[in-house]
């Protein structure tokens, strides 16, 4: 049995692409640009929707225009404004499933679940193969819902959909462990790794919840996931947490303020490195300096919430 | 697990940050627990409140929140809707509409922030003519107190940084505090005025001129004629025209009041 609370584990460890490439249209209507299609391959998305702009103000009945503008402003992160140019290209016919995600992520990033919801279901009930629905379904249910069960089921449909995809899997692996099925997440996180390593991704999630699962029992053996895990993402602050508290837990309490003051140096407003901070200060018998994090963390938790 | 983060920007428009006042950024709870965030149930419903949102024009955004309160009267957006009218209205300076809509704002959500620092700034610039002024009056200091609870409870967006909420908070509670001196100065109250109006001016982290120039003139007011000249100068250098324009024919009041006293420069 692995131990640690699942209490520890840091909230947001993983990050979705607002739109995945393996969703994006196919095909070049010979109308649209060649120079936007470079931009969009490229991922220069504030030209590419200067450009894909320009050429809806060119051609206001070609629905591909409108609907490269609403990947651009989603990969911008205007939701709203993505919204508006893919709902102008859905009034114009385009309705592919695969359309029809894009569109649902749009509306999940604005918090209407409603419609993200009804977006999904469309894609299921036209293509009842595609994997993504259910991952980004297992998102909602487990992020936003917090209905483990219901979000394991989703994240299981979408990696025998797509056994490659490490995301589904350490999907399936996240919600194990909240519902304190240990071994079996540790299973599931093992399994999402030989996926990462058989296609070289740089996906870090399952690494950290190794580190997270052998923290308490085993700090050693959670100490070679955690430095992968950071290796793999250095800008995720929770990498750095999960890393420092291994060091902290094998005794390694300089180091372990150095991650901690790196996740809060990354993640300024989050109050949890300092809550950290202050533990191994007062470990390490400096009490002012613990003192001091001890004050940052209650004043930005009562600004940002615990 | 997240998706990019993208809630500031979404929060500030659905709380009318288009309209580009700073108390506009008050407004963070209704989205910043996506369980709590006012649901469309039609792509349509949702298409209509964006306009609403994107709108660029005040009169424009009025129009369309009507036509939305007309066609979606169950809407879960119809709070922020009512709020970006609102807005709307007080940068169009009609008071009555500011008090109509912020009326209904505040019966679907009694605690929205910008709403209260809205109405509580609007009220005591429209109790002249009623009869009803004190109760007006009331109302107005009841807005900003529960402002001031309120964004002691408000939780802000990690986008947020530490810095700039200080400065936000601060600028809103500035705004607060120069409603109540308001308030207190039309009762006729005033030390407690001029208590509250040195709140504002004095610990607003982006000093204002429209409160150093109401400071000034509570100051004139009690016979304190020197930190009236300071205040008033203070107004006049911050600007923007109206104000300047404003204390600096105050200052010539006060020179002309207080003679005696020596010139109290203007410029």
Same mark, same amino acid.
Request: net charge negative; aromatic share 8%.
């Given at each position: 049995?692995?131990?640690?609370?699942?209490?520890?584990?840091?909230?947001?460890?993983?990050?979705?692409?607002?739109?995945?490439?393996?969703?994006?249209?196919?095909?070049?209507?010979?109308?649209?640009?060649?120079?936007?299609?470079?931009?969009?391959?490229?991922?220069?998305?504030?030209?590419?929707?200067?450009?894909?702009?320009?050429?809806?103000?060119?051609?206001?009945?070609?629905?591909?225009?409108?609907?490269?503008?609403?990947?651009?402003?989603?990969?911008?992160?205007?939701?709203?404004?993505?919204?508006?140019?893919?709902?102008?290209?859905?009034?114009?016919?385009?309705?592919?499933?695969?359309?029809?995600?894009?569109?649902?992520?749009?509306?999940?990033?604005?918090?209407?679940?409603?419609?993200?919801?009804?977006?999904?279901?469309?894609?299921?009930?036209?293509?009842?193969?595609?994997?993504?629905?259910?991952?980004?379904?297992?998102?909602?249910?487990?992020?936003?819902?917090?209905?483990?069960?219901?979000?394991?089921?989703?994240?299981?449909?979408?990696?025998?959909?797509?056994?490659?995809?490490?995301?589904?899997?350490?999907?399936?692996?996240?919600?194990?462990?909240?519902?304190?099925?240990?071994?079996?997440?540790?299973?599931?996180?093992?399994?999402?790794?030989?996926?990462?390593?058989?296609?070289?991704?740089?996906?870090?999630?399952?690494?950290?919840?190794?580190?997270?699962?052998?923290?308490?029992?085993?700090?050693?053996?959670?100490?070679?996931?955690?430095?992968?895990?950071?290796?793999?993402?250095?800008?995720?602050?929770?990498?750095?947490?999960?890393?420092?508290?291994?060091?902290?837990?094998?005794?390694?309490?300089?180091?372990?303020?150095?991650?901690?003051?790196?996740?809060?140096?990354?993640?300024?407003?989050?109050?949890?490195?300092?809550?950290?901070?202050?533990?191994?200060?007062?470990?390490?018998?400096?009490?002012?300096?613990?003192?001091?994090?001890?004050?940052?963390?209650?004043?930005?938790?009562?600004?940002?919430?615990? | 697990?997240?998706?990019?983060?993208?809630?500031?920007?979404?929060?500030?428009?659905?709380?009318?940050?288009?309209?580009?006042?700073?108390?506009?950024?008050?407004?963070?709870?209704?989205?910043?627990?996506?369980?709590?965030?006012?649901?469309?149930?039609?792509?349509?419903?949702?298409?209509?409140?964006?306009?609403?949102?994107?709108?660029?024009?005040?009169?424009?955004?009025?129009?369309?929140?009507?036509?939305?309160?007309?066609?979606?009267?169950?809407?879960?957006?119809?709070?922020?809707?009512?709020?970006?009218?609102?807005?709307?209205?007080?940068?169009?300076?009609?008071?009555?509409?500011?008090?109509?809509?912020?009326?209904?704002?505040?019966?679907?959500?009694?605690?929205?922030?910008?709403?209260?620092?809205?109405?509580?700034?609007?009220?005591?610039?429209?109790?002249?003519?009623?009869?009803?002024?004190?109760?007006?009056?009331?109302?107005?200091?009841?807005?900003?107190?529960?402002?001031?609870?309120?964004?002691?409870?408000?939780?802000?967006?990690?986008?947020?940084?530490?810095?700039?909420?200080?400065?936000?908070?601060?600028?809103?509670? %500035? @705004?607060?505090?120069? &409603?109540?001196?308001?308030?207190? /100065?039309? $009762?006729?109250?005033?030390? =407690?005025?001029?208590?509250? +109006?040195?709140?504002?001016?004095?610990?607003?982290?982006?000093?204002?001129?429209?409160?150093?120039?109401?400071?000034?003139?509570?100051?004139?007011?009690?016979?304190?004629?020197?930190?009236?000249?300071? %205040? @008033?100068?203070?107004? &006049?250098?911050?600007?923007?025209? /109206?104000? $300047?324009?404003?204390?600096? =024919?105050?200052?010539?009041? +006060?020179?002309?009041?207080?003679?005696?006293?020596?010139?109290?420069?203007?410029?």
């Amino acid at each position: 049995m692995v131990g640690a609370s699942f209490a520890q584990a840091p909230a947001g460890t993983r990050t979705v692409d607002p739109v995945p490439e393996s969703i994006y249209l196919k095909g070049h209507p010979a109308t649209l640009p060649v120079s936007l299609s470079v931009l969009i391959h490229q991922q220069r998305w504030a030209e590419a929707a200067e450009l894909a702009e320009k050429f809806t103000l060119e051609h206001p009945r070609d629905s591909t225009g409108f609907y490269w503008l609403g990947v651009a402003r989603q990969k911008l992160h205007d939701p709203v404004r993505a919204i508006q140019a893919l709902r102008s290209a859905e009034r114009l016919g385009l309705g592919t499933p695969a359309f029809h995600i894009v569109l649902g992520i749009a509306y999940y990033n604005l918090h209407q679940f409603v419609l993200f919801d009804e977006q999904m279901q469309m894609t299921i009930r036209s293509e009842p193969f595609r994997y993504e629905p259910y991952y980004y379904l297992g998102i909602y249910y487990e992020d936003v819902l917090n209905r483990w069960e219901h979000a394991l089921e989703l994240f299981h449909r979408a990696a025998e959909l797509e056994p490659d995809d490490p995301r589904s899997m350490y999907g399936a692996g996240y919600c194990l462990e909240a519902l304190g099925k240990r071994d079996e997440a540790a299973k599931t996180y093992e399994e999402s790794i030989r996926l990462i390593e058989r296609n070289s991704g740089r996906f870090s999630g399952p690494h950290q919840g190794m580190a997270r699962l052998l923290l308490d029992t085993d700090p050693y053996k959670a100490l070679p996931f955690a430095h992968k895990a950071l290796e793999l993402e250095p800008s995720s602050p929770s990498n750095h947490v999960i890393l420092a508290k291994a060091y902290e837990r094998v005794g390694r309490l300089t180091e372990a303020v150095e991650e901690l003051q790196l996740a809060a140096y990354l993640s300024p407003t989050d109050p949890s490195p300092r809550f950290a901070l202050a533990r191994v200060y007062e470990k390490l018998g400096r009490s002012e300096a613990a003192g001091s994090e001890r004050q940052m963390f209650e004043k930005l938790t009562r600004i940002y919430g615990p | 697990m997240k998706f990019p983060r993208s809630m500031l920007r979404v929060a500030l428009l659905l709380i009318g940050l288009s309209q580009s006042l700073v108390i506009s950024n008050a407004q963070f709870d209704p989205l910043l627990n996506p369980r709590g965030a006012p649901q469309a149930k039609t792509p349509e419903e949702l298409d209509a409140y964006l306009e609403i949102a994107t709108a660029q024009e005040s009169r424009v955004t009025i129009e369309k929140v009507e036509q939305f309160a007309s066609k979606y009267p169950s809407s879960e957006l119809l709070g922020v809707a009512y709020q970006d009218e609102t807005l709307a209205y007080k940068q169009m300076n009609d008071i009555e509409g500011v008090l109509r809509a912020g009326k209904r704002t505040l019966e679907l959500q009694p605690n929205n922030v910008t709403t209260l620092l809205t109405l509580a700034a609007a009220i005591p610039n429209a109790v002249e003519r009623r009869s009803n002024a004190a109760e007006f009056l009331d109302q107005a200091e009841e807005y900003a107190q529960r402002a001031l609870q309120q964004l002691t409870k408000v939780i802000v967006p990690h986008e947020v940084t530490l810095e700039r909420w200080t400065v936000m908070r601060g600028e809103m509670e %500035a @705004l607060a505090h120069e &409603a109540l001196g308001h308030v207190a /100065a039309k $009762r006729g109250n005033l030390p =407690r005025a001029m208590s509250e +109006l040195e709140e504002a001016a004095f610990h607003n982290p982006t000093p204002q001129g429209s409160q150093f120039y109401r400071l000034g003139v509570v100051y004139a007011m009690l016979g304190k004629y020197e930190r009236a000249d300071q %205040a @008033l100068r203070r107004a &006049a250098d911050l600007g923007p025209d /109206a104000i $300047r324009q404003l204390a600096l =024919r105050e200052l010539k009041r +006060l020179n002309a009041a207080k003679p005696s006293r020596g010139q109290v420069h203007t410029q």
